[in-house]
């Protein structure tokens, strides 16, 4: 970036400096939203990290911040670079390197080959421990999630993660078609992944917003939001806006069903929580009941009080004569009409026992006549 830099001349900007419009950028969108999938990677390494709550939090922002810094100076540089605006897609770095080396783009195109070798490892990584955590929920074979001797990782998952990479690659390989395809179906699983990560994260901060955070996301629900509207557009791009948009809609839904067939009839019925689940819903299921029985607690003595009101007043109905009678309603159906009101009353003060109703009965009945309405300070 240095030596680029010393290049970079804002002066002689292109007069095309944008091409496509919304449609371009929509195009080109999901060949850029790789650099942020990395991020999440993190995440996947939870059971091998201490305290992974505070560690991986704080990892998150170091990264995020370490990655704004250095696309924002890529950007800044690319665009003082004397190049069309055609070559950017294709010589973001090679260009910066041949002015900078006084060498050749083809030679400069070999110094892009490290950082894109270097990501290989961290997909293989973060998947490789997917793949151990989804045994410990017996979705996978148990086998794949033994730990390596020596090594303490997960040799098998990393083996399988680097054979189905492989084949993948040499797949594309030998239909160059499926390059962009297969890539562009990861980013659709990548966008919905994120989506629901950020539905998640919102559904904590509502349900079990008492739970103590170690950390705290200084964006708040904002962040959330925001985050999910960005991968929803990058959703939209990708089956809308590519070339073989149906094509990856189709690839998708068929995955998906397949997927779905499997764990409904078969993973299903073996799927139970890791040892690590169980502790981090253990704290969150009882804040939730404790905070649930509040709710109804609070509701009952709400619904008790009106409850008590409205038997009252049918009590007194009965002690000053059948007034439905007299307005021409059949006394034996007021009569059920206020035992059916009577239980609902019971019922809303969620009395289960006979011993309870008996009380409740005793005690309105015990009133005299004159104080069986609904008083002010019934009320």
Known sequence: MGSAASHASFATLPD????????????????????????????????????PVDVLAHGHVRAMLTQCALGTG???????????????????????????????????????????????????????????SMTKSKLLPAELGELHVRHLSHSKALVLTSLSSLALCSLAYGVPMLERTLYAIAMVYAACVYIA?????????????QLQYTWSNPLGRAGAVFGALVWAI?????????????????????????????????????????????????????AFRNKRRHHQRTKVMRFGMSGMSQMASLRSTGRHGMVGAAKGVPPLVEREKRSSVIMKAETSLNLNTEGDKWAMRRNVSSRSTDNLHATEEDR
């Open 16 to 51: 095309d400096g944008v091409r496509g419009g919304i449609s371009a950028f929509m195009k080109d969108l999901p060949a850029h939203a790789r650099f942020f999938v990395g991020l999440e990677g993190l995440s996947t390494v939870a059971d091998s990290v201490h305290r």
């Open 74 to 132: 890529v950007f800044v540089i690319t665009l003082g670079v004397p190049m069309s605006t055609d070559e950017v897609p294709t010589s973001v770095l090679s260009r910066g390197f041949a002015l900078g080396w006084s060498i050749s783009e083809a030679s400069a195109s070999i110094f892009a080959l490290p950082p894109t070798v270097a990501t290989l490892y961290g997909y293989v990584l973060a998947t490789s421990s997917i793949l151990a």
């Open 197 to 209: 990560s950020s539905y998640a994260s919102l559904h904590m901060k509502r349900r079990f917003g």
């Open 234 to 286: 990058l959703l939209l791009a990708l089956l809308g806006f590519q070339d073989d948009s149906l094509f990856i809609a189709v690839v998708v839904l068929v995955s998906s069903a397949l997927l779905s067939a499997c764990y409904h009839l078969y993973a299903k019925h073996r799927q139970s929580l890791s040892p690590e689940e169980q502790h981090t819903l253990f704290f969150a299921h009882v």
